[in-house]
């Protein structure tokens, strides 16, 4: 599977946005996350084309939880997306790379205080409400700055997408958002609608991600516009704007097979017209929320195989130089990734191997990986890494994360240091009694 700008050189070996991608990982070490800024750019062009083509007003933001750097938020701005934050560090990041703040929308469950205040001050385009003590909480933060926040009311209309169980939001039995069944999101609507310093726009909702299937997202659509309209009736409010959220699946192997951008954005706008034309409801604008859609596909992480174990008749293990820190998500979402040999692209995949990262446990990064022979020094580039691999990594076993670095013609540059072994120690404190030459003077254990 080549995806994006990936292709095999003369030399055999895999090439990224022009770059050979052994000669990245000699240059700049492993593991290592790179990303094809073409391919990235082409996405969000094409996911905004698929629905501006189609919809008269709609507003795509990238959803920075997949993988957040500024650099990233920069390229973000320019192909004219907005950009969606779950946190004030998101929010932060956004705005240190000078990110529009009207085209910013802070999400999140639990919002702090600090966190409504943050974006009060920045002035972000809107803020989408999760919860009822929320609403009261950034009205109050509103007033006291004396400032009016534009809110979307998060709701979870109880629709089951088929897809991991952890990543499954838009149900009734979920943490998120103000639910359908039972009033809750009515309530919660009347009460944004009569905070003074909130302005109501509109609705949202997340129902889950790497999604394949159609259906659920045109049954959500439907059942947004059927709540704008009973809103409409009985609290007197006026969706303005309708945001459904992201969630569109990737390839992750050769056998994967998501809808294109195109049949996706067909199937949301086509619902959510049908159904607007049956309760004549005007066109609401229409906002998106993509992340693993428009990034996943175009990160790769390259590592350098070590140990080679055969155990004879049941497997052999391959071990790279990263694992679970720089890719928790077969450990959480017994997620499947496929993977090429990038020194040996040519060769035929004759093996069958388990990858194994470094941690102490059992890491499997990919379970019977048809390859050619591996070797110690080889180069192994796990594709699809671009979402939710970078923004999720972890410093467990103190692992330095790995750097990032940014393809395009040839050019390879870096977004993210590598963490260094002085960075795993930046933050620990040592109290005077636990200075290296005190010993301890209290009672020791029995
Ligand atoms: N909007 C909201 C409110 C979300 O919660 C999410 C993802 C998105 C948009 C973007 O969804 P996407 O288009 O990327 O599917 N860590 C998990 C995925 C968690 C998704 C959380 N919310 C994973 O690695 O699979």
């Given at each position: 599977m080549l995806l994006g700008t990936q292709r095999i050189n003369g030399k055999g070996a895999l090439e990224i946005g022009g770059c050979d991608t052994v000669e990245l990982a000699r240059e700049f070490g492993t593991p290592l996350y790179v990303l094809d800024e073409d391919y990235f750019r082409d996405t969000c062009r094409r996911y905004r084309a698929a629905f501006e083509s189609r919809y008269p007003e709609v507003e795509i933001s990238f959803?920075?939880?997949a993988f957040m750097a500024t650099a990233v938020c920069r390229i973000v701005d320019q192909e004219g997306l907005s950009l969606d934050v779950s946190s004030g560090g998101e929010l932060y990041t956004g705005l240190r790379a000078a990110f529009?703040?009207?085209r910013i929308l802070l999400h999140g469950s639990n919002k702090s205080r600090e966190e409504l205040a943050m974006a009060a001050d920045a002035g972000v385009g809107r803020v989408v409400l999760d919860n009822l003590p929320e609403v009261y909480l950034l009205q109050e933060v509103a007033a006291e700055k004396s400032k009016t926040v534009d809110v979307l009311l998060r709701v979870t209309p109880g629709v089951r997408a088929d897809t991991h169980t952890h990543i499954?939001?838009?149900?009734?039995?979920?943490?998120?958002?103000?639910?359908?069944?039972?009033g809750a999101a009515r309530q919660g609507a009347a009460a944004a609608l009569n905070a003074r310093n909130l302005e109501f726009r509109g609705i949202h909702c997340h129902i889950g991600s790497q999604i394949f299937d159609l259906a659920p997202f045109r049954q959500a659509a439907e059942m947004m516009v059927d709540f704008a309209a009973q809103l409409r009736q009985e609290?007197?409010?006026?969706?303005?704007e309708l945001d459904l959220g992201g969630g569109l699946g990737v390839r992750y192997l050769p056998e994967d097979e998501p809808p294109s951008l195109e049949e996706y954005a067909e199937a949301v706008t086509a619902a959510v017209r049908a159904r607007c034309e049956k309760h004549g409801f005007p066109l609401p604008k229409l906002l998106q929320e993509p992340g693993r859609c428009l990034v996943g596909e175009a990160g790769t992480t390259l590592y350098t195989v070590g140990v080679v174990k055969d155990i004879p008749g049941v497997r052999t293990y391959v071990s790279v130089d990263g694992g679970m820190s720089d890719n928790p998500r077969p450990a959480l979402y017994d997620a499947r990734y496929d993977a090429i040999v990038a020194n040996k692209?040519?060769?035929?995949?004759t093996t069958k191997v388990t990858v194994s990262g470094k941690h102490c446990e059992t890491d499997t990064l990919i379970a019977d990986l048809e390859a050619p022979e591996m070797a110690p020094g080889d180069i192994l580039a796990v594709q699809?890494?671009?979402?939710y691999n970078y923004s999720m990594a972890s410093n467990y076993n103190r692992l330095p994360r790995p750097a990032v670095v940014l393809l395009s013609d040839g050019r390879a540059e870096l977004i993210a240091e590598r963490e260094t072994l002085d960075d795993l120690v930046r933050l620990d404190r040592m109290p005077d009694h636990l200075r290296p030459g005190e010993s301890h003077a209290g009672t020791s254990p029995q």
């Amino acid at each position: 599977m080549l995806l994006g700008t990936q292709r095999i050189n003369g030399k055999g070996a895999l090439e990224i946005g022009g770059c050979d991608t052994v000669e990245l990982a000699r240059e700049f070490g492993t593991p290592l996350y790179v990303l094809d800024e073409d391919y990235f750019r082409d996405t969000c062009r094409r996911y905004r084309a698929a629905f501006e083509s189609r919809y008269p007003e709609v507003e795509i933001s990238f959803s920075g939880k997949a993988f957040m750097a500024t650099a990233v938020c920069r390229i973000v701005d320019q192909e004219g997306l907005s950009l969606d934050v779950s946190s004030g560090g998101e929010l932060y990041t956004g705005l240190r790379a000078a990110f529009p703040p009207a085209r910013i929308l802070l999400h999140g469950s639990n919002k702090s205080r600090e966190e409504l205040a943050m974006a009060a001050d920045a002035g972000v385009g809107r803020v989408v409400l999760d919860n009822l003590p929320e609403v009261y909480l950034l009205q109050e933060v509103a007033a006291e700055k004396s400032k009016t926040v534009d809110v979307l009311l998060r709701v979870t209309p109880g629709v089951r997408a088929d897809t991991h169980t952890h990543i499954q939001t838009g149900e009734v039995d979920t943490k998120f958002g103000f639910s359908m069944v039972g009033g809750a999101a009515r309530q919660g609507a009347a009460a944004a609608l009569n905070a003074r310093n909130l302005e109501f726009r509109g609705i949202h909702c997340h129902i889950g991600s790497q999604i394949f299937d159609l259906a659920p997202f045109r049954q959500a659509a439907e059942m947004m516009v059927d709540f704008a309209a009973q809103l409409r009736q009985e609290v007197g409010c006026v969706v303005e704007e309708l945001d459904l959220g992201g969630g569109l699946g990737v390839r992750y192997l050769p056998e994967d097979e998501p809808p294109s951008l195109e049949e996706y954005a067909e199937a949301v706008t086509a619902a959510v017209r049908a159904r607007c034309e049956k309760h004549g409801f005007p066109l609401p604008k229409l906002l998106q929320e993509p992340g693993r859609c428009l990034v996943g596909e175009a990160g790769t992480t390259l590592y350098t195989v070590g140990v080679v174990k055969d155990i004879p008749g049941v497997r052999t293990y391959v071990s790279v130089d990263g694992g679970m820190s720089d890719n928790p998500r077969p450990a959480l979402y017994d997620a499947r990734y496929d993977a090429i040999v990038a020194n040996k692209a040519t060769e035929p995949r004759t093996t069958k191997v388990t990858v194994s990262g470094k941690h102490c446990e059992t890491d499997t990064l990919i379970a019977d990986l048809e390859a050619p022979e591996m070797a110690p020094g080889d180069i192994l580039a796990v594709q699809t890494t671009g979402a939710y691999n970078y923004s999720m990594a972890s410093n467990y076993n103190r692992l330095p994360r790995p750097a990032v670095v940014l393809l395009s013609d040839g050019r390879a540059e870096l977004i993210a240091e590598r963490e260094t072994l002085d960075d795993l120690v930046r933050l620990d404190r040592m109290p005077d009694h636990l200075r290296p030459g005190e010993s301890h003077a209290g009672t020791s254990p029995q």
